[in-house]
């Protein structure tokens, strides 16, 4: 019963170097999110996909894009990672007017 | 433009005592509330959805349109209960939820 998978769960990069974060869902849901969690933040919505070939920009999108691959998958990727870019990374998914699944997280840190 | 505000980052209380934890929202339209708990270092988890009127855990939630707020209250906090909670909003059609920036409840024995 997997829900919702990211890979990888930590990673560490230096400033400059590019990276996927890969976000899988097993409940057929259409929408699928991406949100970064910083301290004293909240979570905030980086990119969100309504359904499968639709991609719209969240409350901070700059220095990410997105791709929704399938109706399953929904890549975030970093082009050129910056410091303020550490943070942890949620990735969700939900089923038009339900709730959103979260997935584990990936701790991401940029040296 | 929707906002959800937590005033408290930090809440602790003692073993038995009740546990309110605040958050007020701003919205022009029919709003839909929601509280998401996050044990230490694991993954959000849906608490409570004001839909539903249920509740979980122990913890209860009304919306009061008036006030607008969705505060969060349980009777008899347990140790167990230490974790950060957030308060989310959803309003319009896109389904995004708009989250509130925690409150770390601590209970301590």
């Known amino acids: 019963n997997a829900g919702v998978t990211q890979t990888p769960k930590f990673q560490v990069l230096k400033t400059g170097q590019s990276m996927t974060l890969q976000c899988a869902q097993d409940?057929?849901?259409?929408?699928m999110y991406w949100y970064r969690q910083d301290p004293g933040m909240g979570l905030r919505l980086i990119y969100y996909s309504a359904s499968e070939g639709t991609t719209d920009k969240g409350e901070v999108p700059n220095g990410y894009n997105v791709s929704r691959l399938n109706k399953r998958e929904f890549s975030l990727r970093l082009e050129s990672a910056a410091p303020s870019q550490t943070s942890v990374y949620f990735c969700?998914?939900?089923?038009?007017?339900?709730?959103?699944?979260f997935g584990d997280g990936t701790r991401l840190s940029i040296l | 433009a929707q906002r959800v505000t937590q005033p408290e980052k930090l809440l602790s209380v003692f073993k038995g005592a009740p546990v309110e934890l605040k958050c007020n929202y701003s919205y022009s339209g029919s709003p839909e509330l929601f509280w998401y708990v996050q044990y230490s270092r694991q993954r959000l988890q849906l608490l409570l959805r004001h839909i539903s009127r249920e509740s979980i855990k122990g913890f209860t939630a009304d919306l009061n349109k008036g006030e607008t707020s969705f505060h969060l209250k349980k009777p008899f906090a347990q140790e167990e209960d230490s974790a950060m909670y957030y308060c989310a909003l959803r309003g319009g059609s896109n389904y995004k939820l708009t989250f509130g920036k925690g409150t770390l409840l601590t209970v301590n024995p």
């Open positions: 409940m057929n849901h259409n929408s």
């Open positions: 969700a998914s939900s089923e038009q007017d339900q709730p959103q699944h």
